[in-house]
């Protein structure tokens, strides 16, 4: 049986800290398939724990595939899991673990590691910057709705006065060498922007033809969105894309056919 260890006054649910740790145990070989696992009021009385805070741990666990519980007999440890899509976070911390393992690091040191990588995550402030203010504030508005929190963003100019001790730069990939000349000794980290064809990947072919029609303020995606060759064969036969300032669009549908907005021009 591991040693377990309880942050009392921690923000993690001491469940959470629980399972974290027999995970840890188990996908570390210090729990072996088939061990048994104390039982609740023993587990309970070791750690001065209430013995629902122990039940659940052990539902958790049991529902995530780690361990499972035989009636009349208790609770056991079962062989690591291949986990589905849904559990894809427990598979990908187990890869690291294992590897970790694999190349010699003692598990106490992977724990430190883990816990000093997720301190400075949850301290670091995001910043988006890139030489095009608006698509930086785009970028910062997707990335703010993925995560839950608003995301500062700053163009090249003046943004040396945006960043602070603990500021995480993202930038898109294309822009990461200007960037990182730019803000030397800044942590930046890359964001990747999907293709056309990956965003496309499944969906099904459009009947007729399509125009597509890109509006906005950036000057960058109006620069993406309108090329002299704009035509996708994934979108249909006869697709084309049109690059539209902001207001192009608003109140009404403009017809491709109107002087001045022709298939392939920017309107």
Sequence with gaps: ?????????SSIAIREQLSAQFILGIV??????GERLPSVRE?????????????????????????????GSGVFVRKAPILDQNNSLDAFVAT????????????????????????????AELLVVDPDPELARVLAVEIGGAIGTHVPYSGYD????????????????????????LLPGSIIRP??????????????????????AVASRSASILR??????CRFGLLGRCSTVAGCGSG???????????????QGDRC
């Design 224 to 229: 993406w969105g309108f090329h002299p060759n």
């Design 248 to 262: 192009a669009l608003a109140g009404r549908t403009r017809s491709v056919r109107h002087r001045g907005c022709r």
């Design 28 to 33: 570390s070989r210090k729990l072996a398939p």
């Design 158 to 181: 003046g943004v040396s006065e945006k960043l602070r001790a603990n500021t995480c730069v993202l930038s898109i990939e294309a822009h990461l060498p200007r960037t990182a000349k």
């Design 191 to 212: 964001i990747h922007l999907k293709s056309m064809q990956e965003m496309l990947i499944g969906q099904q072919r459009p009947p007729a033809a399509v125009l597509i």
């Design 96 to 123: 690291c673990i294992e590897d970790g393992l694999a190349r010699g690091f003692p598990l106490d040191a992977l724990r430190v590691a883990f816990g000093n990588i997720s301190h400075a995550s949850r301290q």
């Design 1 to 9: 049986m591991i040693k377990l260890w309880l942050a009392r006054r």
């Design 43 to 71: 587990l309970g009385r070791r750690l001065h724990l209430h013995s629902n805070t122990i039940s659940a741990t052990y539902r958790d666990l049991a529902k995530r595939g780690w361990v499972s519980n035989r009636r």
